[in-house]
């Protein structure tokens, strides 16, 4: 169990009395579950994400609070999320706040909490597919990115840039973060779905990590707590949790607050000639443009573009979506794609991939929203 540093006790939720829009939201979700299971060819490892409602979900007493709690400004209605992820393809958030710092971070999630509300926090929105549809309930866009050096190492909020966090460190003369520059996600994108490249990970840089908790209290997790692995995490997926009294199906996800690194002095030259290296294969072997970075996970002792590749699908596109003829695990967006048209492409790749080869990939981005 993590060690509570901090109390944000929800002593006031109510017990789980459904309100009728609630008991309309179960029939609602029951019926797309039915349909979504025939339309997502996936495992329960790749859910869409987030079918916790639909449009029946009722937010103008949680809009008020919302609104009185961070100012009218501060929340948007209806926001698109094409622009608050990397692909540049998703429909609106139903409520959106843009949190430029830690406290409006916390406060948007436990208001979400307290009145029951889906909520989903992003950071720079690169490893997810957010449904045209459209995304229910709060998405907070995390924006409270502080970064913090001390003689112990640095730590850092969970809306910093990871690659600009690993620029610094090595701009400083810290060891332990090189493989990180150029990864376009934040600390706590990185921190859930145990983000790596070139042989380096957060598995293996995190020191620990203070999260937000379902039950509305602050943990300082140990990185043993987050039962890492290849882009997984205790975090990702499947941590879906329920707070007290919270109706079904409202979930609360634990959200990073925070995350501190192991780090050790190096010698400045040997890290920026590294990162220069780094940055060289990235551009060598991976698309510009638009995309989530890889699709699809891995599978063991191969690799997922290679597969894909040899299954012949390089510059296959779907409306304005396209499996990059660079690096067959990205899907471009060339410009007005749909999400539609690129979950066309990543059926059309998985189908491939498994009647030629017999492998089932499953994705290592999470699709958002309803679908
Ligand atoms: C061009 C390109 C190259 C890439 N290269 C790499 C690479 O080399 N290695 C690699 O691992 N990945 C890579 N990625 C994928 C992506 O950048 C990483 O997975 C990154 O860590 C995601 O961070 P994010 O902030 O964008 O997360 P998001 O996409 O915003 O969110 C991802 C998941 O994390 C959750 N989340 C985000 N922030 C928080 C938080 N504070 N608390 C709780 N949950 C949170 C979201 O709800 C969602 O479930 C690449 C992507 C692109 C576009």
């Known amino acids: 169990m993590s060690e509570v540093i901090d109390g944000w006790g929800l002593g006031a939720c109510a017990p789980v009395v459904l309100a009728p829009w609630q008991e309309r939201l179960h029939q609602v979700r029951r019926r797309k579950r039915a349909q979504t299971a ?47 992820t990397s692909l540049r393809v ?39 597919l957010a449904s045209d549809r459209g995304v229910p309930g709060l998405v907070v866009i995390n924006r409270a990115k502080a970064i913090i050096f001390s003689e112990k190492g640095v730590r850092a909020e969970s809306g910093a840039s990871l690659s600009t966090l690993a620029q610094r460190c090595v701009t400083r003369g810290w060891a332990g973060l090189e493989w990180a520059t150029g990864i376009p996600g934040t600390v706590g994108g990185a921190v859930v779905g145990n983000a790596g490249a070139w042989g380096g990970d957060v598995a293996s840089a995190l020191a620990s990590t203070r999260i937000l908790q379902p039950d509305g209290t602050v943990g300082l997790w140990k990185v043993e707590q987050m039962k890492y692995g290849y882009r997984q995490s205790a ?25 501190s690194f ?36 891995n599978p063991p002792g191969d690799y997922a573009g290679r597969l894909i590749e040899a299954a012949g699908l390089k510059g296959q596109h779907r409306g304005n979506a396209i499996i990059s003829p660079v690096h067959a695990n990205f899907i471009v967006n060339l410009g007005g794609a749909s999400a539609s048209d690129v979950l066309s492409l990543i059926k059309l790749a998985r189908q491939s991939v498994k009647e030629q080869f017999g492998v089932a990939l499953e994705l290592e981005i999470e699709l958002l929203g309803r679908w």
């Open 38 to 84: 025939e339309v997502l060819p996936f495992e329960p490892a790749d859910p869409p994400a987030e079918d916790e409602s639909d449009a029946v979900i009722e937010h103008r007493d949680f809009l008020t609070a919302l609104r009185t709690r961070l100012g009218s400004s501060a929340v948007q209605e209806d926001e698109r999320l094409a622009a608050h």
């Open 90 to 128: 998703g429909g609106p958030a139903d409520v959106l706040v843009v949190a430029s710092d830690m406290d409006t971070l916390r406060q948007a999630v436990m208001l979400a909490w307290e009145h029951s509300v889906p909520c989903r926090v992003l950071g720079a929105g690169s490893n997810v």
């Open 235 to 259: 975090l990702k997926g499947s941590a879906v949790e329920r707070g007290p009294g919270t109706a079904p199906g409202a979930t609360r996800r634990p959200v990073v607050l925070e995350a």
């Open 262 to 297: 192991k780090v050790q002095p190096g010698d400045r030259h040997a890290l920026r000639a590294r990162v220069v290296e780094i940055a060289a294969h990235r551009r060598a072997t991976q698309p510009g443009g638009a995309s989530c970075g890889s699709v699809f996970r």
